[in-house]
């Protein structure tokens, strides 16, 4: 049992989690977050990691020390496997503990999304998907790996699969990589290898839609598209991904071979609904009323990407704005009943606008009547993006980096590094154990 003061039992410390923390901060209550990870982490610049740009750190911060100084809040890193919304308590798995039961009197579900392969799960191995610090690191090694096995490698016949790569998804992050990646291949890298020539790599976009950037207006689409196609990307539309293997992607029925394939398509709501065991829609989003409570339960509210509500008639989008202003809303809500004040109006999403870089100094916008694109479009992408990180520390050195990459082609992170296992040149092995033999004399 907790004590009287209501206890608000927050799980997830992703945009929706963290704004839901900040609004509590002076409730009467206590709150516990949970996450999975000790980081919140700012998804929109994973890209920027994955091609060198930026390093782990500077778009990841300690949740502790985001809002660790909130007097009423207590931060848990734990998994949540599940929810009783009789006994009103979350279960939570930690190194050395598991299915713990946590109580609540108001809980808060935000979180999020994963990879989803559209039922090819066998893709997942040759594929990987962007959606963590680890996803980001991984993608970053294959990149950088597979330039230098072709530098090493001396059959020029094997250069070209080595230096292809595919990109299944063309929406923002598809459409961000690629552009981010023939940039990295066109400037950065180009005068420091010998054997093979960086710019003649082929950087392929594939997607089933007719059109890049499907959810903003035409002529942005068809700007993204010309401008991806003036930094040497293949942008292939219109065609589904009929396999992928350690060969490469067949997709409308063409072999492309490669020896790295991205996937940055679907994604899948977290199990949720599962938990609740309550209407979801086909996605497997848990459908929420306009309070952003789950029906019948005015105690928990499901906010974010892993949410279903409708707005107009149509389903509010997986963004960080939309997780952001419901995370905010669901921390005032409850604010207001604890403290006796009547509840909230419905929920209503503001629409900001969206945006998408496509390479060096461009980028889409949409924010109303306004659609620009170009190099005035970046400038407010890049100062959206900076005001919207989670600490001050990470916008100070984030922008001296993008200055620093802008004027000198340089990036911040260009390594190799296998956190688990060996060292990404795989040694011989015969060799491996006759220098153990030498160590351990
Ligand atoms: C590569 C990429 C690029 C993107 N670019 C943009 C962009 O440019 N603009 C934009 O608006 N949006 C963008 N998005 C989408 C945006 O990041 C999401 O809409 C937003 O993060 C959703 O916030 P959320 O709080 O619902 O979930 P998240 O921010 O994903 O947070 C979920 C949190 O829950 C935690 N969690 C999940 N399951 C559990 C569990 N069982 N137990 C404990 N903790 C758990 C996770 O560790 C995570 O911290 C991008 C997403 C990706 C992946």
Redesign the pocket.
């Known amino acids: 049992m907790h004590d009287s003061i209501p206890r608000v039992v927050i799980?997830?410390?992703?945009?929706?989690?963290l704004a839901a923390a900040k609004a509590l901060k002076r409730a009467p209550v206590n709150v516990v977050l949970?996450?999975?990870?000790n980081h919140?982490?700012f998804?929109?610049l994973?890209?920027q990691v994955a091609t060198s740009v930026l390093s782990p750190g500077q778009i990841g911060s300690p949740i502790r020390g985001i809002i660790g100084r909130n007097p009423n809040t207590t931060v848990i890193l734990?998994?949540?496997?599940g929810v009783d919304k009789d006994k009103r308590c979350v279960f939570v798995s930690s190194a050395d503990r598991e299915n713990v039961p946590v109580e609540y009197d108001f809980l808060i579900l935000?979180?999020?999304?994963t990879h989803s392969y559209f039922g090819h799960n066998e893709f997942a191995q040759f594929a990987p998907g962007?959606?963590s610090l680890a996803d980001a690191v991984a993608i970053r090694n294959r990149i950088l790996q597979a330039f230098e096995q072709a530098e090493a490698e001396e059959d020029p016949a094997r250069h070209r699969d080595l230096l292809t790569f595919v990109l299944v998804g063309a929406g923002?992050?598809g459409v961000e990589m690629a552009g981010a990646l023939a940039v990295l291949v066109r400037s950065t890298l180009k005068s420091e290898f010998r054997r093979v020539r960086p710019e003649s790599t082929r950087i392929v976009l594939l997607d089933m839609a007719p059109r890049v950037l499907g959810t903003f207006a035409n002529q942005l689409s068809e700007a993204a598209k010309k401008r991806l196609e003036s930094l040497g990307v293949e942008v292939r539309l219109g065609h589904s991904v009929d396999q992928i293997d350690g060969d490469g992607v067949v997709a409308g029925g063409e072999r492309i071979s490669s020896k790295t394939v991205i996937w940055t398509a679907g994604v899948s709501p977290?199990p949720a609904g599962k938990w609740l065991s309550v209407g979801t829609d086909r996605a497997g989003r848990v459908r929420i009323e306009s309070d952003l409570t789950v029906p019948g339960h005015p105690e928990i509210y499901v906010?974010?990407?892993?949410a279903s509500l409708d707005q107009d008639g149509k389903p509010l989008p997986?963004?960080?704005?939309?997780?952001i202003q419901q995370?905010r809303y669901a921390g005032r809500a409850i604010y207001r009943r604890v403290a006796g004040f009547s509840t909230p109006e419905a929920f209503r999403y503001f629409d900001k606008g969206n945006?998408?870089v496509v390479g060096k100094g461009f980028a889409v916008l949409q924010s109303g009547a306004v659609h620009m694109s170009g190099f005035l479009a970046w400038l407010a992408w890049a100062g959206v993006h900076l005001q919207f990180l989670a600490q001050s520390s990470l916008r100070v050195s984030v922008f001296v980096q993008w200055v620093w990459t802008y004027l000198t082609g340089q990036r911040g992170s260009r390594l190799i590094v296998n956190h688990h296992g060996a060292e990404p040149m795989t040694q011989d092995p015969k060799q491996a154990h006759l220098e153990l033999a030498k160590t351990s004399k």
């Not at 949970?34 to 990870?37: G, Q, S, V």
């Not at 734990?78 to 496997?81: A, Q, S």
Request: cysteine-free; overall charge neutral.
């Open positions: 799980v997830g410390g992703g945009f929706g989690g949970i996450d999975r990870t919140h982490l998804q929109p994973l890209y734990g998994g949540v496997t935000a979180t999020g999304v962007l959606k923002p992050t977290s906010v974010g990407d892993t997986g963004v960080a704005q939309v997780a995370g945006m998408a």
